[in-house]
């Protein structure tokens, strides 16, 4: 028997959102396509939505993969942490990811969020997940893997800055992910 937990962090498919730390400067990105699934063919409805967003006095940023509607929820929810623990964004995920998991009607929201501000990068989940990574890049949505694995290259491989990464791995991720356009907006904090 296999007494590995596996983390199952829900995949949504028609965004990506990429957070890097590099050279001092810490930035976020999303590209701005919204998909439909109508039967068996996804349609794009929107090629320059805003999946990006700063919260608490422009100190915190979360991007956002699934539902817009859900999303927007857990943005207000989550700038109510963030004010409940004078910012501390560490406290407050914890705090959002547990009302998530545990409210009825937060419950069934169907999206993830990736945030961070000067000191971590984390994504947060429905399913009680605060995950920060190993290294100072993360990335989600259906093209997540693709920007998550060039920023990965580019970090170590080039001496570009925060901004410069998550722009240049998520125009990676619009050349091989359907559901990943190359109408890209990067946050920096």
């Not at 199952?8 to 590099?22: L, M, S």
């Not at 699934?66 to 560490?90: P, Q, R």
């Not at 959002?96 to 984390?122: F, N, P, S, Y």
């Not at 997540?144 to 998520?170: N, V």
Request: glycine share 8%; aromatic share 6%; net charge negative.
């Amino acid at each position: 028997m296999n007494s590995f937990r596996h983390c199952r962090v829900p995949v949504f498919y028609g965004t990506t959102i990429v957070a890097v730390r590099a050279k001092g400067k810490s930035a976020m990105a999303g590209d701005g396509q919204v998909t439909m699934e109508s039967g068996s063919s996804p349609t794009v409805i929107k090629a320059s939505a805003r999946k990006v967003r700063k919260l608490y006095g422009d100190r915190v940023l979360c991007g956002f993969a699934g539902s817009v509607g859900d999303a927007f929820t857990l943005f207000d929810k989550l700038g109510s942490h963030l004010e409940e623990s004078s910012g501390d964004l560490m406290r407050a995920a914890v705090n959002l990811a547990k009302e998530w998991r545990t409210d009825r009607v937060l419950r069934q929201l169907q999206a993830v969020l990736l945030c961070m501000d000067a000191e971590h990068i984390l994504l947060v989940s429905g399913t009680g997940e605060v995950i920060e990574p190993d290294e100072p890049v993360l990335a989600i949505g259906s093209g997540g893997p693709y920007a998550l694995a060039a920023a990965r290259a580019l970090l170590r491989h080039t001496d570009l800055d925060g901004p410069a990464i998550a722009r240049e791995a998520l125009k990676l991720a619009a050349e091989i992910c359907i559901y990943t356009n190359d109408n890209i907006t990067v946050e920096e904090i």
